[in-house]
């Protein structure tokens, strides 16, 4: 059973009551296969749009890996930038 409570979505055992303030509710049928596409709006899971899927992507395209990190720090250490 998946519930949203406080805008966060909860996976629970079926046979556990609905906590306080929660609301049940399903899952659409692609949503284990792509959860980055949808949001909680309110007691619904929503599909993201086209904006707002290529606004999380640029997001996530900007993210820095580790080894792009220790260059960078590097670099200010040895006053390059």
Same mark, same amino acid.
Do not use: C
């Given at each position: 059973?998946?519930?949203?409570?406080?805008?966060?979505?909860?996976?629970?055992? /079926? /046979?556990?009551?609905?906590?306080?303030?929660?609301? @049940?509710?399903?899952?659409?049928?692609?949503?284990?296969?792509?959860?980055? !596409?949808?949001?909680?709006? !309110?007691?619904?899971?929503v599909?993201?749009?086209? +904006? &707002?899927l290529?606004?999380? @992507?640029?997001?996530? /395209?900007?993210?820095?890996?580790?080894? &792009?990190i220790?260059?960078?720090? @590097?670099?200010?250490? &040895? +006053?390059?930038?």
């Amino acid at each position: 059973m998946w519930v949203i409570q406080n805008q966060a979505l909860l996976m629970l055992p /079926d /046979d556990v009551p609905v906590p306080p303030e929660s609301v @049940k509710v399903t899952v659409p049928h692609d949503f284990l296969q792509n959860p980055a !596409g949808y949001k909680i709006d !309110g007691s619904k899971i929503v599909k993201l749009s086209a +904006g &707002e899927l290529k606004a999380a @992507k640029r997001v996530e /395209d900007l993210k820095l890996t580790a080894e &792009e990190i220790a260059k960078i720090k @590097k670099a200010i250490k &040895e +006053g390059r930038i």
